[in-house]
């Protein structure tokens, strides 16, 4: 019997798909009454570290809609809290005891992912039993700029000054935090690999507030050390960095096969500057799923028009807002499976 690639990895690949495939960043979450229902009873802590729970959460927008992939239900900053830093969720991460000097970055030790994280990898084993052969699972982990800055900041921000300053203050420090982030997340994600996740992806949630020079000397060399360690697995790596537009050539020289975008600008600018071989996913802004069923219609056929057809897997340029109707959300899936390239 021949077993078909799920059109989410067959996109990302580069091969023909029937359609081009979609999933939702935080697609498992707030805006879904059956997530709500489950947490109303459960902390996010617990939901992350209880396999059965954690699966089931994955599973839930898979039953709901069309999907074509689904993504582990966990946190950047669950491998952190393994890493021996406490972690709390109020709803950002907040850190009791932030990384700012050469002791505290005693306290945070390389990941041992079956010792630390061993629920990770068994939520990951449950959702590739019970996911319909069709659709993909992807695995992820924060980018180490991006987990500098909750650490050494302690807390979400908007600019993240204390990390950026941090950065500028402490360069040696810095480099030690990023290299630790930067082992331990590449056996964090082999780790998932190795459980069953089928294409891996790395969030740099906040890469995008650094200005070229930085991100080019600081952010990019780690997550360019994670991508490279992994491509011998031969899964789909996915990098996705917010308000990253000025900093594509950067991206286009990274071993990532899938490259996600944010709103901000269009697919086919993004293309311009990416390897043709690189894939790319998003980007509708989440608000647009506020808009009237028509434009709706309108904004997602225009969007899988200025991408063109093939090595693309379509998303949101970021995660879904938790006051989204989930019925928008079955429109959008619906209007990507039934588009066909213009002619
Ligand atoms: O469905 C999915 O996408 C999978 C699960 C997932 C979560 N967080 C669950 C979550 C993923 C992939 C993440 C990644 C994540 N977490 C990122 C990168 C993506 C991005 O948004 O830029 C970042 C920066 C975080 C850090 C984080 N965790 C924040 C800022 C927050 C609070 C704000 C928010 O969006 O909810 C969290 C908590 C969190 N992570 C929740 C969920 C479902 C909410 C917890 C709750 O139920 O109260």
């Known amino acids: ?3 078909l690639t799920p059109p989410l990895l067959a996109a990302m690949r580069g091969q023909p798909t029937p359609h081009t495939p979609v999933w939702i960043m935080r697609q498992a979450g707030r805006y879904l009454p059956e997530y709500r229902a489950i947490r109303a009873k459960t902390d996010f802590l617990t939901l992350t570290r209880t396999p059965e729970l954690a699966a089931e959460v994955t599973l ?11 993504i582990l239900f966990s946190d950047i900053m669950t491998p952190v809290e393994g890493m021996g830093v406490g972690v709390d969720f109020a709803p950002g991460p907040v850190i009791a005891q932030p990384i700012r000097t050469a002791a505290d970055l005693a306290r945070l030790h390389t990941l041992d992912p079956q010792r630390d994280v061993p629920y990770v990898l068994e939520s990951i084993r449950i959702v590739r039993r ?3 052969a069709h659709v993909g699972l992807i695995g992820f982990a924060g980018a180490p700029f991006t987990l500098f800055c909750y650490l050494v900041s302690g807390k979400p921000s908007k600019e993240f000054g204390t990390a950026r300053a941090f950065l500028q203050r402490e360069p040696e420090l810095s480099a030690q935090i990023l290299d630790r982030l930067a082992e331990s997340m590449t056996l964090y994600l ?6 069953g ?9 906040w890469g995008g507030l650094l200005g070229r020079d930085d991100y080019a000397r600081v952010a990019l060399p780690p997550v360019r050390r994670i991508l490279s360690a992994l491509k011998d697995t031969g899964v789909p790596l996915i990098y996705f960095c917010n308000n990253s537009w000025t900093l594509l050539d950067f991206i286009a020289d990274l071993p990532a096969d899938v490259v996600g975008l944010d709103w901000r600008g269009t697919l086919s600018t993004a293309r311009k500057h990416l390897r043709p071989d690189q894939a790319v996913q998003g980007n509708l802004d989440p608000a647009v799923l506020f808009a009237a069923p028509d434009v709706l219609a309108a904004r997602v056929n225009a969007l899988l ?3 063109g057809p093939g090595r693309h897997v379509f998303n949101l340029g970021h995660g879904i807002w938790p006051e989204t109707d989930p019925d928008a959300v079955a429109r959008l899936v619906d209007l990507v499976h039934a588009h066909r390239p213009a002619r």
């Open 1 to 3: 019997m021949t077993v």
């Open 60 to 70: 839930q927008p898979i039953r709901r809609f069309a999907l074509d992939g689904a």
């Open 130 to 132: 019970e996911l319909p």
């Open 190 to 195: 082999r780790a998932q690999i190795d459980a």
């Open 197 to 205: 996740a089928q294409a891996v992806m790395l969030f740099d949630s």
């Open 305 to 307: 028009d200025d991408a």
